[in-house]
């Protein structure tokens, strides 16, 4: 893919890329659902990720996720880390970013805005509400 020299710009500017980023519906009676996104670390050292706020969620947790005794289970994580001109891919499987406690009803198709608050200041992006699958 050529880039014209506006695009060639505008992608030097940006030092993060949040790729994609869905939030998973809510399945009743759950009171937490779980996210799949790309955190694209375009800087010369790591990026942390310190937390994650989103409007209509009362908090964001870090999850990761083992095996034990062939039951799959999520724990919490401090923070996440991005390597320098890394990539971190999110997703229910692995670690992901956990909504919690729901502040009002959310429709499937709804958009959301996430801020991520990293060690290189905030980053806002949007988030859609889709249909859970695992792929
Ligand atoms: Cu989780």
Same mark, same amino acid.
């Given at each position: 893919?050529?880039?014209?020299?506006? %695009?060639?710009?505008? +992608?030097?500017?940006?030092?993060?890329?949040? *790729?994609?980023?869905?939030?998973?519906?809510?399945?009743?009676?759950?009171?937490?659902? !779980?996210?799949? @996104?790309?955190?694209?670390?375009?800087?010369?050292?790591? +990026?942390?990720?310190?937390?994650?706020?989103?409007?209509?969620?009362?908090?964001? @947790?870090?999850?990761?996720?083992?095996?034990? %005794?062939? %039951?799959?289970? @999520?724990?919490? *994580?401090? %923070?996440?880390?991005?390597?320098?001109?890394?990539?971190?891919?999110?997703?229910?499987?692995?670690?992901?970013?956990?909504?919690?406690?729901?502040?009002?009803?959310?429709?499937? !198709?709804?958009?959301?805005? +996430?801020?991520?608050?990293?060690?290189?200041?905030?980053?806002?992006?949007?988030?859609?509400?889709?249909?859970?699958? +695992?792929?």
């Amino acid at each position: 893919m050529t880039l014209s020299p506006a %695009q060639a710009v505008e +992608l030097s500017a940006q030092q993060v890329d949040v *790729v994609a980023p869905v939030i998973f519906m809510l399945r009743p009676p759950a009171k937490a659902t !779980g996210s799949r @996104m790309a955190i694209i670390n375009h800087l010369d050292k790591p +990026l942390q990720i310190l937390s994650v706020s989103c409007e209509a969620f009362s908090q964001v @947790m870090f999850h990761s996720v083992h095996f034990r %005794q062939g %039951q799959q289970v @999520m724990e919490p *994580v401090k %923070q996440l880390q991005v390597s320098a001109h890394g990539r971190l891919v999110l997703t229910p499987n692995t670690t992901h970013l956990m909504f919690m406690a729901p502040k009002r009803a959310l429709s499937k !198709g709804e958009y959301l805005q +996430l801020i991520l608050h990293t060690s290189a200041g905030d980053i806002k992006t949007i988030a859609q509400i889709v249909p859970f699958h +695992l792929k």
